[in-house]
């Protein structure tokens, strides 16, 4: 009787501790990457860059991480506060996230309407700045 008593109760520990969480499942794999501990950031009202979750990374490279439910807003993800990052927006919608541990910030990044826009916008600024720096070499030779 005791014994089936302990059994369940270690049971009911177990799947208790492989309940889902709540909010936005953000998850992906990061090849190459085999320790270290993913950190999913996000700015405050004051300015301040705070860590909402974190995963520490296993053999496999993938990972799952959780933005709190609500409101649409802007995300990171990186090894260290001073590394590159990866933004994107997190509305609702899961999201999946693929990259090579050496170019985290050039990440494919899936998810909702407002990631695809802020993905395009990207494209245009880097267009705009290369005609840019184009430009200027233009006017200095000349």
């Known amino acids: 009787m005791t014994r089936n008593f302990i059994l369940?109760?270690?049971?009911?520990?177990?799947?208790?501790?492989?309940?889902?969480?709540?909010?936005?499942?953000?998850?992906?794999e990061i090849k190459g990457a085999k320790n270290g501990t993913l950190y999913l950031l996000s700015e405050t009202e004051k300015g301040d860059i705070e860590a909402v979750d974190s995963f520490a990374m296993g053999k496999d490279g993938r990972f799952t991480l959780y933005a709190p439910q609500g409101q649409t807003r802007l995300y990171s993800v990186s090894f260290e506060r001073n590394t590159p990052m990866r933004s994107f927006f997190v509305e609702g919608v899961p999201v999946k996230?693929?990259?090579?541990?050496?170019?985290?910030?050039?990440?494919?990044?899936?998810?909702?309407?407002?990631?695809?826009?802020?993905?395009?916008?990207?494209?245009?600024?880097?267009?705009?700045?290369?005609?840019k720096s184009d430009l200027y070499i233009k006017i200095l030779t000349h």
Request: aromatic share 8%; net charge negative.
């Open 97 to 131: 996230i693929d990259a090579v541990v050496d170019s985290l910030s050039a990440a494919s990044v899936k998810g909702g309407e407002n990631q695809r826009l802020y993905d395009e916008m990207a494209v245009f600024l880097k267009d705009f700045a290369a005609k």
């Open 8 to 28: 369940f109760i270690l049971c009911m520990v177990l799947l208790s501790g492989c309940a889902s969480r709540d909010g936005v499942e953000i998850s992906g």
